[in-house]
């Protein structure tokens, strides 16, 4: 699921370009397209192209979440691969390329639905790993680090063991209510270690720590075994849309382990916005600056939040960050397929008719009978307050605004 | 069809259900290829029968029981078993004489009633074993008592098919029996070896010195005990009577020939006195001596050898086919416990006794070098048998029903014609699938657009060999884990292994994945296999060469990530130099109207197919089956290949170059590792029962 905002408006044309947009025409397999559709009886593929249009729709509709415990607080190493065989060119620009790119836009979005969480990257390359940033809250420094000219010149083979290593050495350091995880991103089939990995996997297991690998040619029994073990997800890349949607996928923290499932109670600190009229010391930098914020108990100044701070060790936040974490504990109730009531009813969310939708969708259809279609709508009914949703909106509540409307609507009139 | 798709148990299923639902209960006789197989039928036939019971259908006193040889089964000491268990042992135990060991296990058995031996159910060979340790039974004998009683029997087809074993395990077995033999696509090649048999140095002179003691034994047992010999005479001059007890242990040197050859008649006069008998035994092994003298190849009918025999010495064809009957019944005499020694007089007597009783469909052939350059002589005779319906036709003949099956049964009418049978119902099935897991390529031509073929003006030709080394390092790119590549003989392998070494391809496959070769020793090849099992297990990938017709492409599966791709270099024709190949196209053509090119064809595709098949074990596995020879591409090699196979080729695939093939593998592969839902398979390729209900209905509308 793309997860950027603007995006989430669908758009059948779009979606169906994004299908496509797998790689140049003339290397496609050839595909009769055409067979799939079925004419109805009156000859129009009216029906057909809605069947399809909803289907598109239906594959966004996330699927019952269940409100489970997911960790929030993340510390999480992404690791991928920079040895040779990332240079092919199978997906474009090429594999090297195209996590750099997704890599960016991972770590963009990974702060902004998870701010209470840690990221860094460790690079493999010439069978040694590499950390490339420490772990931190801080996404401009992971895509500094990125932009560096050294990440873009694959050499050498690949080697998981030493990537996974050096993650689990640091990780088995951070706080044990945080979520522990390894991101791979690998392009390699081959893993060349110095030992033996399978113990390094098991290890890493009774560190309950969590492998998640993304492959870009193939299943490798060994990365699926490691995800697997641990408790992660493997999956492999398709096409470049496919890539990027599997990569964008591990933004939603994963729940958490069934063996750390106790609560801890999690010290943090609610840090005041300053502006000085003299510049100050900083206490993460050590630079001059005007503006900053206060940590609530030794009142030392940071740039930026979230951030442990430098003196006292305190998990500094405002509150944003909290309730934007929020709704993946708590989210969107599932609304019900419901059959189409004789009345005509309206979207609460659009407010279009929800019978004359279809004719909306397929515009030029102008003589056709709109009684079939009528019975063929779907309306999404929430169970908590009876409102009636089209698919589009149902989507829409479901990945972009986190709340139902109807709902919301009636605890604040309840208030008053 | 591969395995793990469900044969075994349909086919048992079915059976079984038929062998029930009439009141004269039928004995099935399922004949398998290996250990591991039997097993693996006899759990699935344990499985059924819980089924079976769970669901309302109670089969009282079902029994169903596997076999294999001593080795596997026996919980004393193989070697020992003989000299614990044969009746003058046993006797002599009887008589009170001192230091005499008996196994207990085999005591125990014999003294209980055999009514009482076994509880109904299934038992495979653990639970055989185990069953043995709670009695004290000796779980082999056990299993060869009780198969006469079993409902089902699985065992290896040697057992059926060779008439050696035919007679000591399974002539009691009733007309009516169902013998089913699985995974029979190499069946005419197991009856024809049951048949034949060579004859070189080593078992000359280990007979030379078996009848020297035989001569020491006779002339001690007429100083002490000079009546047992005249008893032994008297029975022979009656005809022969196989004593009874002495089926019971194997305690009978096994005649080769088949049941209804067997003359029913007394032993000549002039072999009826043991040390006459031995005499002629010398005559003979130094007979076959002097013929090993020969520097000349010489191919003979049996009918032309025992004339040359008789003009040298004197040996008649009469006496000769009575050698190993009464060589069995002078062991019996003399009591001789350690058989293992005799093993070259056994041999001799059978080759004795099959030369002289069967004449069509045989040829001897003698090879003074085991190759064309060699010049150091390491001569050999064989005994060819050229026709496999000879040991076929008794079974066919003797049951009646025989059910044929395999997964690469192909072209299933050449079946019916070598084996010289009728088919009542021939039938070929395909296999329904959920996803496409398996992509069967031809490849014909390299990046350079250079054809590929192991034809032998070609096959060692720089740019050829160039090419399949490309393939191979391409492949090696794109498949993770396991590479298991396919030549068609050990020494195409070598020739080309030691050419890529030269233009440095091996170093770009060792870039990729780590390279381990099977090799004719049977130890090396173990140690090689699990080497690269640990390879595939630990991400660092794997290439295994191995061969056609080898121990690999027979008997090993590559499960999942132990074999993502195989690749068949070259079609696997038999080496045609060989004589004893000449020798049996030949008879092919004259008596089946079989041609040669037809007969090598569907030969080398079936081993072909039982190699690329390797790849797939089940519906849930997946992997990449290329053929790397433009001859493939032809029609009359491609209807050759099994129905399931050919059925996934598409026509784009076909007539692929490596490029190509290997773009089409990297989308393969990768569509291939999405996650798979079991659920998906329902109604597909996995029914629940409405949905046969409603293929019934359908089927009686």
């Known amino acids: ?416 | 069809m591969p395995s793990g798709t469900g044969k075994t148990i349909s086919l048992l299923s079915l059976t079984v259900a038929y062998q029930n639902f009439y009141a004269d209960k039928r004995k099935i006789v399922y004949c398998s290829r290996t250990v591991p197989e039997i097993d693996k039928a006899l759990a699935e036939l344990k499985r059924l029968n819980k089924y079976r019971n769970e669901n309302g259908c109670p089969d009282e006193g079902f029994l169903g029981i596997g076999l294999t040889s001593r080795r596997n089964l026996c919980k004393v000491v193989d070697a020992r078993c003989r000299s614990m268990t044969s009746p003058w042992v046993r006797a002599r135990a009887q008589n009170n004489e001192p230091d005499i060991e008996l196994c207990s296990l085999f005591e125990n058995l014999s003294t209980s009633p055999e009514s009482m031996l076994m509880p109904s159910g299934v038992y495979t060979m653990d639970d055989l074993r185990d069953f043995g340790g709670l009695k004290n039974f000796c779980p082999y004998y056990l299993a060869r008592k009780m198969i006469s009683v079993a409902d089902v029997v699985i065992y290896s087809y040697h057992y059926m098919l060779d008439p050696k074993l035919n007679e000591l395990v399974s002539h009691e077995f009733s007309k009516n029996s169902i013998v089913i033999f699985d995974e029979a696509h190499n069946i005419d090649g197991i009856c024809i070896d049951s048949l034949s048999i060579d004859v070189n140095l080593d078992k000359l002179e280990s007979s030379t010195r078996s009848v020297d003691r035989l001569i020491d034994i006779i002339a001690d047992v007429k100083k002490n005990d000079a009546s047992k010999l005249q008893e032994e005479y008297n029975i022979l001059l009656e005809g022969l009577k196989e004593s009874a007890n002495a089926r019971d242990n194997d305690m009978v040197i096994e005649n080769p020939i088949l049941p209804d050859d067997l003359l029913k008649e007394a032993v000549p006069g002039n072999i009826r006195k043991a040390e006459h008998f031995v005499l002629f035994l010398k005559r003979f092994v130094e007979y076959v001596k002097a013929r090993m003298r020969v520097m000349h190849v010489v191919a003979e009918t049996p009918s032309s050898f025992l004339q040359h025999l008789k003009e040298v010495t004197f040996i008649d064809k009469k006496p000769l086919q009575f050698c190993s009957q009464r060589l069995a019944s002078l062991v019996r005499t003399l009591e001789i416990n350690d058989l293992e020694d005799y093993w070259g007089l056994q041999k001799i007597a059978s080759f004795a006794t099959l030369i002289s009783t069967y004449d069509e469909g045989f040829v001897v052939l003698f090879e003074p070098f085991e190759s064309e350059s060699s010049t150091v002589p390491n001569p050999i005779l064989h005994l060819a048998c050229l026709d496999a319906a000879i040991a076929m036709q008794p079974v066919v003949n003797r049951f009646d029903t025989v059910v044929i099956t395999s997964g690469t049964l192909s072209p299933i009418d050449m079946y019916p014609k070598m084996l010289k049978i009728k088919a009542a119902v021939t039938e070929s099935y395909t296999m329904t699938l959920t996803r496409s897991c398996f992509l069967p390529m031809i490849v014909t031509r390299g990046s350079d657009q250079v054809s590929m073929s192991s034809k032998f003006e070609v096959r060692n030709d720089p740019a050829v060999v160039r090419n399949f080394g490309f393939l191979l390092v391409e492949m090696s790119k794109v498949v993770p884990d396991g590479l298991v590549a396919f030549f068609p003989s050990y020494l195409y392998m070598e020739s080309i292994v030691a050419m890529w070494n030269e233009m440095g391809i091996l170093k770009l496959i060792y870039k990729n994945k780590l390279i381990f070769i099977e090799t004719p020793s049977t130890a090396e090849t173990s140690l090689a296999l699990e080497s690269y099992r640990k390879a595939c297990e630990n991400g660092r990938g794997a290439v295994l060469f191995s061969v056609a017709r080898g121990k690999v492409s027979e008997g090993v599966d590559f499960t999942d990530n132990y074999g993502r791709a195989v690749i068949m270099f070259g079609i696997p024709y038999q080496y045609t130099e060989s004589r004893i190949l000449k020798a049996r196209l030949e008879f092919l053509r004259e008596n089946y109207q079989i041609r040669e090119n037809d007969f090598l064809a569907f030969d080398a595709i079936r081993h072909a197919a039982q190699c690329v098949g390797r790849v797939l074990r089940g519906k849930t596995d997946y992997g990449l089956m290329i053929f790397a020879d433009k001859r493939y591409a032809r029609m009359d090699k491609r209807s050759k290949l099994p129905s399931w196979i050919n059925s996934h080729i598409s026509e784009e695939m076909s007539n692929l170059s490596t490029d190509m093939a290997v773009s089409s593998s990297k989308h393969f592969l990768k569509s291939m590792a999405q996650t798979f839902d079991q659920s998906l398979q329902l109604g597909t390729s996995l029914w629940s029962p409405e949905d046969i209900l409603q293929r019934k209905k359908l089927k009686s509308n």
């Not at chain 1, 993304?214 to 075994?225: P, S």
């Not at chain 1, 009531?341 to 102008?366: A, F, Q, R, T, Y």
């Open chain 1, 1 to 416: 699921m793309s997860s950027k905002p603007n995006d989430a408006v669908i758009d059948l044309d779009e979606q169906l370009l994004k299908e496509q947009e797998v790689g140049y025409t003339w290397e496609e397999e050839y595909k009769r397209s055409w067979d799939t559709l079925q004419e109805d009886e009156n000859g129009s593929l009216q029906n057909a192209v809605a069947t399809l249009n909803k289907k598109l729709k239906l594959k966004r509709k996330i699927k019952d979440k269940q409100a489970s415990q997911r960790g929030l607080l993340r510390y999480c190493y992404i690791v991928f691969d920079c040895s040779t065989n990332t240079s092919e060119r199978d997906l474009r620009p090429s594999r090297l390329e195209l996590t750099l790119q997704v890599i960016e836009a991972f770590v963009l979005e990974f702060f902004e639905q998870n701010p209470l969480s840690q990221l860094g990257i460790i690079v493999v390359r010439d069978g040694l790993a590499k950390k490339l940033t420490e772990l931190s809250s801080n996404p401009t420094d992971h895509i500094k680090a990125l932009r560096d000219k050294q990440c873009r010149d694959p050499s050498g083979s690949m080697s998981l063991q030493n990537a996974l290593l050096i993650a689990m050495n640091i990780l088995r350091q951070v706080p044990n209510y945080g979520s522990r995880e390894i991101f791979g991103i690998l392009g390699s089939l081959t893993s060349n270690d110095p030992g033996d990995i399978n113990q390094t996997i098991s290890e890493i297991k009774n560190e309950k720590i969590r492998i998640s690998i993304v492959q870009m040619a193939a299943e490798v029994q060994l990365f699926k075994k490691a995800c697997t073990l641990t408790g992660g997800v493997f999956s492999v890349a398709m096409n470049e849309i496919h890539f990027r949607e599997l990569v964008l996928n591990f933004i939603i923290p994963p729940p958490i382990l069934l063996e750390m499932y106790n609560t801890h109670l999690v010290e943090m600190g609610f840090s005041i916005r300053v502006y000085d009229q003299i510049p100050t010391f900083c206490s993460c930098h050590h630079k001059l600056t005007l503006s900053g914020y206060l940590c609530p108990r030794c009142k030392s100044k940071v740039c930026s939040l979230p951030v442990i701070c430098g003196v006292c060790q305190l998990s500094l936040i405002v509150s944003p960050h909290l309730s934007r974490s929020y709704h993946h504990l708590f989210p969107t109730i599932s609304y019900k397929e419901i059959s189409t009531p004789e009345v005509s009813i309206n979207c609460d969310g659009c407010l279009d008719s929800l019978v004359n939708l279809k004719h909306n969708l397929s515009s030029g259809g102008s003589n056709f009978d709109s009684d079939t279609t009528r019975k063929h709508e779907d309306v999404f009914q929430c169970p908590n307050c009876k409102k009636n949703y089209c698919l589009s909106c149902d989507i829409f509540i479901h990945e972009t605004l986190h709340n139902c409307p109807g709902c919301v609507n009636m605890s604040n009139s309840l208030q008053n």
